[in-house]
């Protein structure tokens, strides 16, 4: 049997589990995985500058095609602390990626050793599994498992740590004899299935609720097709945006209290059954539960048994892999279809779509400062169906959800549960390194970019190109909007005069210059009617110069973005909708006036 370090045996389990680019911060006490990374090759690795960063940029690199598992590689003590928030984001959001640790010696780990940290119970709770190994022969079998419980189930990360003595202890280890563990995911009956085509049939305006489990399950096509065969319209959650093309005649907007259209919840409120599949009813989508509830029946479809009924209890639940299940709902539906068993649904479907027509938000303004709104028109323009946007949080993401457009799953990459400042850079750079063929366009607003703005240097020094659109109004818009329910503005707003840039004013910090100090190109914009300019440039900028490229858009100071407090039938529109067609000109339908 052939005799390498636990750390080799490690790397040679990645290469046959189909790892084939890593990205993390090296240190003491995770040396010698490096050291067996390095002479074992066939892994690309990307040196973050952050090892939360590199952990973002693992749940880039997962969410960016089918199959693909981001790992985080970091050293003892703070690095692994320093994932925790990347391990909470990919829980929440159920993204496998894999974080490797080093630890102090294992005759050490309880004498307070310099960095020695009980990082496995730390990561317990936003983690699948998390271990410290204490004996070498158990690493293989550990990183198996941890392959095994990625892949199996509902979908999530694992966490690793290794102490240095055990990895660099030598083990009996063939890489040539491994094989991964097959997943294991629950799959429906035809029965169940027959159940719940059943209460669809019966009822006059159902909708599909599609989540980001049918993503995961990589099965958007099978709800398409499964769409398209009962005309049921479809109402894509956040984490599940693109799986129905935004311009398909069954996309009936998205729905909620911030990330929604009007003519999605709209669509909603109408409506009598609902299909949930892959999605997990979270409460910005669903509002006050009582009126979400209220006058319609639920089939809740989901890989986890224990989601089914954990918001509120669905007339009929399925545990069920999202794929296993839409394979036979098409498959059912098909028989019935020749049958001539379904229902015709084309007048409701054709119902959605002239709230679509109807029920617009404005976006076109000549404001200098410039509004929004006018931001994210100019993108439309700009960038095309074969965009991948990434994004996070705050009032810059929910105005991008409810103006932007998306045709295809996984080109919405953003941070559903967790919602981190910061998030969006790496998680970019990530998108970008998985993808190095698809334009890749990441949305922030300033306090998100600023908050982990030096992993820019690593798409310059990485040559990993993309375009980053940042609106600035110096203030954290989302905390300021709400604060008005309070009756404060407290500590909300970033304005400061900038003895060094003196021609922004107030807006504080020149992200230009910060930009370029870390290798990238930057654009300011002042007028919205030189962004469209400005895009085309950056576009230009990125494939001369393989680096990022930031579009800074100066907004005005104080936008309220259209959100409800608590129930979606009362969001808010605080500036004047769309009247005329002039006021959206790239909706996806011409306003109906």
């Not at 509120?312 to 098909?334: M, Q, R």
């Not at 190095?436 to 607003?445: D, K, M, Q, R």
């Amino acid at each position: 049997m052939p005799r390498m370090t636990a750390a080799r045996a490690a790397v040679e389990i990645l290469k046959r589990e189909g790892i084939t680019n890593a990205f993390g911060v090296p240190g003491a006490a995770i040396n010698p995985f490096y050291a067996a990374l390095k002479a074992a090759g066939g892994i690309d690795h990307t040196l973050a500058r952050h090892v939360e960063g590199a952990s973002h940029m693992a749940e880039g690199y997962t969410r960016t095609n089918p199959g693909n598992i981001g790992v985080c590689i970091g050293t003892s003590g703070p690095a692994g602390t320093d994932m925790i928030t990347g391990l909470y984001s990919a829980t929440g959001d159920s993204i496998p990626i894999l974080c490797i640790t080093g630890q102090a010696p294992t005759a050490v780990i309880q004498k307070e050793d310099f960095q020695a940290v009980d990082i496995a119970s730390i990561a317990k709770p936003v983690a699948k599994a998390a271990t410290t190994v204490m004996e070498a022969a158990q690493v293989p079998g550990v990183f198996q498992q941890a392959f095994h419980l990625m892949r199996s189930g509902r979908p999530g990360p694992v966490l690793i740590d290794l102490p240095i003595d055990v990895q660099l202890t030598e083990i009996d280890f063939d890489p040539d004899l491994y094989e991964p563990l097959p997943a294991f995911k629950p799959a429906a009956t035809r029965a169940q299935v027959e159940k719940a085509i059943t209460l669809l049939n019966e009822s006059e305006r159902p909708l599909i609720v599609a989540g980001g489990g049918i993503i995961n399950a990589d099965a958007s096509d099978l709800l398409l097709e499964f769409a398209e065969l009962t005309g049921t319209p479809v109402i894509p959650t956040l984490m599940g945006w693109g799986i129905v093309p935004d311009d398909h005649e069954l996309n009936a907007g998205m729905v909620g209290l911030q990330t929604s259209h009007r003519y999605g919840n709209a669509n909603f409120l109408e409506s009598d059954f609902v299909l949930g599949i892959g999605n997990r009813w979270a409460n910005r989508h669903t509002g006050k539960l009582d009126l979400y509830t209220q006058g319609r029946k639920f089939v809740h479809v989901d890989i986890e048994p224990t989601q089914i009924g954990k918001i509120f209890a669905p007339d009929y639940g399925i545990a069920s892999d999202a794929k296993a299940a839409l394979e036979l709902f098409v498959e059912v539906a098909k028989e019935l279809k020749a049958a001539g068993k379904l229902p015709d649904r084309s007048d409701w479907a054709a119902s959605t779509q002239e709230r679509k027509a109807q029920l617009q938000r404005r976006t076109h303004f000549d404001n200098i400062p410039m509004k929004p709104q006018r931001v994210y028109e100019e993108m439309n323009k700009a960038f095309g169906p074969e965009t991948r946007y990434v994004t996070t949080i705050g009032l810059s993401q929910i105005a991008g959800a409810q103006m932007l457009h998306v045709y295809k799953p996984r080109h919405w990459i953003n941070c559903g549960q967790a919602g981190p400042l910061g998030w969006t850079i790496p998680a970019a750079l990530g998108v970008a390194k998985a993808d190095p063929e698809t334009p890749v366009v990441a949305l922030s607003g300033d306090y998100d970019f600023q908050f982990m703005i030096e992993e820019l240097a690593v798409g310059a020094q990485h040559k990993i190109p993309y375009i980053h659109v940042l609106v600035n109004n110096a203030y954290l818009g989302l905390i300021r909007q709400a604060q008005r329910n309070l009756d404060i503005n407290f500590q909300v707003n970033l304005e400061f005069e900038n003895i060094n840039s003196p021609e922004l004013g107030v807006y504080g910090v020149d992200h230009v210059k910060v930009a370029e100090g870390l290798g990238c190109k930057a654009i300011r914009v002042t007028d919205p009617s030189e962004l469209g300019a400005a895009l085309e440039e950056a576009k230009k900028l990125a494939a001369e110069y393989r680096v990022p490229v930031v579009v800074e858009a100066i907004l005005e100071r104080i936008t309220n973005i259209s959100m409800a407090a608590a129930e979606i039938d009362k969001v808010n529109e605080w500036e004047e909708v769309a009247t005329e067609p002039g006021h959206a000109p790239t909706a996806i339908k011409p306003l109906k006036v």
